[in-house]
């Protein structure tokens, strides 16, 4: 089928940036909607930001001006691109991919990201 894994995240200070990366195995990537979601602990896990298969960018209001989402069908990889991070953006981040009409329904094991001075 497919897997995900993340990379790229780590310590970053408020108003640093940081580039998150999903790498996605097998041949079925460019027919997946990829999303990235993020779960502060406490709280629920909520949706930042998503790519459909076609390329389609869109967000929601949590990081809203600070993110861009990007994908690399080549390279079978989702970009999420943080700027101006904040103290409140701190959890873990996870992609996930689905088919749509399909089974497929798929989520990365996530990526810490820290943002502290």
């Known amino acids: 089928q497919v897997q995900l894994v993340e990379s790229g995240g780590g310590l970053v200070q408020p108003g640093g940036s940081l580039r998150l990366s999903c790498a996605a195995s097998?041949?079925?990537?460019?027919?997946?909607?990829m999303g990235w979601y993020r779960q502060a602990p406490g709280k629920q896990r909520e949706l930042v930001a998503s790519?459909?298969?076609?390329?389609?960018?869109s967000y929601t209001d949590s990081m809203k001006g600070r993110v861009t989402i990007s994908r690399d069908d080549a390279k079978n990889t989702v970009y999420l691109q943080m700027n101006s991070l904040k103290p409140e953006d701190t959890a873990v981040y996870t992609c996930?991919?689905?088919?749509?009409?399909?089974?497929?329904?798929?989520w990365g094991q996530g990526t810490q990201v820290t943002v502290s001075s």
């Open positions: 097998g041949s079925i990537f460019s027919n997946l909607n």
């Open positions: 790519i459909s298969h076609r390329g389609t960018a």
């Open positions: 996930n991919g689905q088919w749509p009409l399909t089974t497929i329904d798929v």
